[in-house]
């Protein structure tokens, strides 16, 4: 079906996710990769729950200092061209000659720059259904009277989240930011009149970890004053427990990245562990193992002909773009399922 644009369209799939107390997940992007996994689980979730068009959120920063992950998108390392080719990608993965064409997507902007994202925010809304506009860091006035001047133009236009303050990166070094106040959250969401509000609920940022202490309490109670309309970020350093929880806490849409990242290195980097003598020539191991990086099993001759079949050296099946996202495609989409299983698409069927 068409990529919803229309932002009454999309309040209408939030309105029903909310009836049915599910959380929408918005998973962001920095190659077409990830996008196309993104749209392949939800289709496959939608087969397996009966449901007619799942809906999904695909998101992504463009010139967020943070991680800008449009300028990652290609090798150019533009941002603006990133852009556009993930809107191309998309459009292709979601036509009607695509197993995807019936996933319900919504295209967000996250972290939307005020002033460094102006271009795409003045010139590519109609290609928009969400934009986060990010003035979180910046004095929490200033932050209210430039969302609200966001909101108050594009009205009709586009659903916008807004930021009450900022949610910072993982770092070892610092110190912890503290929980957004109830009635902070209640006044920006009041003054700037934003559709969905995100709040600091103890998540971070490109978190690895899984032992961050989300306070269910803090959401529920700014929920109850604001509505069911937050966002969390930084979802990826949560555990189980409290992500089933999520949707009655007012949570209407998680935000993930980080984690997809995190299980799809980690295949890759086992699975080329053990392929070693299939990338590599016997002098380029002989020599990683003189360094001390690799021990002896890659010259036993059971590991020689079961794996290399008979001879170490670089074969086309192992070494080629093919080889690479077939190792990687699977574990993601199945991490990608989980989350929306786990925070409740079973309930839209």
Known sequence: MPIIKDSKEAKKIFDWARERNVCLVAFATENQHTTETILRATHEIGKEYKIKNPPVIITFPVTYPYRPQAVHYTITRNALLGFRAIMDDIEILVSEDSAYKDVQLMIGLDHGQPDTDKE??????????????????????????????????????????????????????????????????????????????????????????????????????????VGRKLVLHGVSSLNTHYLKNLSNDGIVKANIWTVLERVGGEILAMETVRQLGNLLNEEQIKDLSQKGFLGQRYFQKDYIDKVCRGEIGPKLLHITEKARTEIWIRPVIEKIKFYLKTLGYERLS
């Open 120 to 225: 795409i925010l003045e010139k590519e809304l109609e290609k928009l259904a969400l934009v986060m506009y990010d003035c979180s860091h910046m004095p929490f006035e200033e932050n209210i009277e430039r969302t609200a001047k966001f909101v108050e133009k594009t009205k009709d236009k586009v659903l916008v989240e807004g930021a009450v303050d900022e949610i910072y990166e993982a770092r070892k070094s610092r110190i912890r930011s503290e929980l957004t106040p109830v009635e902070k959250a209640e006044r920006f969401a009041k003054e700037t009149g934003v559709y969905l509000i995100v709040p600091n609920l103890g998540t971070e940022h490109r978190s690895t970890k899984s032992k961050l202490h989300y306070s269910s309490r803090r959401a529920r109670e700014i929920s109850r004053k």
